[in-house]
C-alpha cells in the first residue's frame, strides 16, 4: 500500500497534464514556423530574380539584346547613347583575375600551414586575425587601395593612373583571402591523420606530404572556396567603385580607368538618371548579367564539391 508522501499530489498531476499539452502544441508549432522561414527565404529570392527579370525585359524592349550582348562600346549618356555590355565584362575581369592571382598562392599557403605546420597556440592567434580582416567593410577597403596601395604602386611604376584596375584588383585578392583561407584549412584539416602518417611511414617529407597527398585529397573543397571567392570578386561593389574609376574600356591595359558591372550600377543610382528612362533600366540589364556570372560560378563550385568529394 502507497503512503502519502509517495502518492502523486493531485496539482502535480495537473501540472504533469498541463507540461504534456504543452509539449504537444510545440511539437506541432514548430514545424509549422521553420517551413515558414523556409518560405520566406525562398520567395525573396524569386522576388528578387522576378524584378530583375521584369525590368530587364523592359530594357530589352528598347535596346537590341545583340547589340548588349556584342557591343563593344558602353556610353549611356552620350547623345547616341551605346550599349554594349563587353567593356564593362572586361574591367570586371580585369579585377577578378588580379584579385584570383594574388588571393589564391596566398590563401592556398596560409591553409598548407595552418593545417600541416601550425601549432595549436598560432592557429588559435592567427584564424581569429583573419576572421576580423573578413569582418572589414569594403568601403574601408576601397579608401585603403585608394589612398594607400595606388600610391605605393606609382612609386613603383610612375605610369599606373590614379584609378586603375591593378589596386583595386590586389586589395578585392587581400579581401577574399581569409575565405580561401579558412574553407582550403577546413577541406585539408579533414583529410584523416591515417593517411598523414602512411605517406610519412613511406618516407615522404612533411612538405611532400602537405603537397602531394593532402592537397589532393582535399581538392574538391579547395576547388569550390576558390569559386566561390572568385564569384564574391565578381561582385565586389565599393573596393572597385572607389579605386577603379568610371570608364568603361575593352581593352587588356590594367594601369589606366575602368569601370565594372558593379560600379556601374553604382554610378546610375546615386541619382545619374531618372526613373522610367533607358539608363534607368540599364542597371538591371547589367544586374541581371551579373546575377548569372555569380549563379553559374556557384553552381559550378557546387558541382565540383559533389563530383570531386572524397569519403573516407
Known amino acids: ?54 525590368e530587364t525585359v523592359e530594357f530589352f524592349n528598347r535596346i537590341p539584346l545583340l547589340d548588349f550582348i556584342t557591343g563593344v562600346e558602353w556610353l549611356p549618356f552620350a547623345g547616341e547613347a551605346q550599349y554594349g555590355i563587353l567593356p ?66 606609382q612609386m613603383i611604376s610612375p605610369d599606373i593612373k590614379i584609378f586603375n584596375a591593378l589596386s583595386p584588383g590586389i586589395v578585392v585578392g587581400i579581401m577574399i583571402l581569409p575565405m580561401i583561407t579558412s574553407l582550403s584549412e577546413d577541406a585539408m584539416s579533414s583529410v584523416p591523420k591515417s593517411i598523414r602518417e602512411g605517406a610519412l611511414g613511406l618516407g615522404s617529407t612533411k612538405f611532400e606530404v602537405a603537397i602531394k597527398v593532402v592537397l589532393p585529397a582535399a581538392l574538391s573543397g579547395i576547388v569550390a572556396s576558390i569559386v566561390l571567392a572568385v564569384s564574391r570578386a565578381i561582385g565586389e561593389t565599393m573596393i572597385v567603385s572607389l579605386a577603379g574609376g568610371s570608364t568603361p574600356t575593352l581593352d587588356a591595359n590594367v594601369t589606366g580607368s575602368i569601370q565594372t558591372m558593379t560600379a556601374y550600377i553604382v554610378q546610375v543610382s546615386t541619382g545619374d538618371a531618372g526613373y522610367g528612362t533607358t539608363i534607368y533600366y540599364s542597371i538591371y540589364a547589367v544586374g541581371f548579367t551579373l546575377f548569372i556570372f555569380t549563379l553559374l560560378m556557384n553552381l559550378l563550385a557546387q558541382y565540383i564539391s559533389k563530383r570531386y568529394r572524397e569519403e573516407y
Open 1 to 54: 500500500m502507497r503512503t502519502n508522501e509517495q502518492s502523486p499530489s493531485v496539482q502535480a498531476m495537473i501540472a504533469a497534464s498541463r507540461n504534456k499539452k504543452g509539449k504537444r502544441l510545440l511539437e506541432k508549432t514548430m514545424p509549422k514556423l521553420l517551413l515558414l522561414t523556409a518560405l520566406i527565404s525562398v520567395l525573396t529570392t524569386f522576388g528578387i530574380v522576378f524584378t530583375l527579370i521584369f
Open 88 to 153: 564593362l565584362i572586361a574591367g570586371t575581369m580585369k579585377v577578378t583575375v588580379i584579385a584570383v592571382l594574388v588571393a589564391v598562392p596566398l590563401g592556398l599557403a596560409a591553409a598548407i600551414y595552418l593545417s600541416e605546420y601550425a601549432s595549436d597556440s598560432a592557429r588559435r592567434i592567427i584564424k581569429p586575425v583573419l576572421e576580423v580582416l573578413a569582418g572589414i567593410p569594403t568601403i574601408v577597403y576601397g579608401f585603403f587601395a585608394l589612398t594607400f596601395v595606388t600610391p605605393v604602386l
